[in-house]
């Protein structure tokens, strides 16, 4: 977890900017890249608001790939279904509550089916 002194959105501002640093291109939603970064979550701050927020949470899968919000969502929508965001998550904090599920994310991964955990390893 990092403490920042700035809006969350400038935060994305700087993530993306790394990323282009080291070469990623946005030509397609969910294309192959270099470099992601995503910021996960604010504390337990919700945004832009709990009913934006559960609206892109509960998106179905098919408009996902295609669909994207025009402003910054948080908790990212889809944090409690990516084992790949919660296995390494909880080394760092497992006790961090999602600000709207309010399960913490050991709650979170351990309600993943395993093929939703299967083949991920610790570097």
């Known amino acids: ?5 700035c809006a969350p959105e400038r935060v994305l501002e700087i993530l993306h900017s790394v990323e282009a640093e080291a070469g990623r291109e946005r030509s397609a939603r969910w294309a192959g890249r270099t470099l992601d970064l995503d910021l996960l979550a604010i504390g337990g701050k919700t945004l832009p608001d709990e009913k934006t927020h559960e609206h892109w949470r509960d998106l179905a899968f098919e408009r996902q790939a295609v669909e994207a919000p025009d402003r910054l969502i948080l908790p990212h929508p889809r ?14 904090a497992p006790g961090w509550r999602h600000p709207t599920l309010g399960r913490t994310v050991r709650e979170m991964l351990d309600a993943l089916p395993a093929e939703a955990r299967a083949g991920i390893v610790p570097l």
């Open 1 to 5: 977890m990092v403490t920042v002194s």
């Open 79 to 92: 944090i409690q279904d990516r084992g790949f965001v919660l296995v390494p998550l909880a080394d760092v």
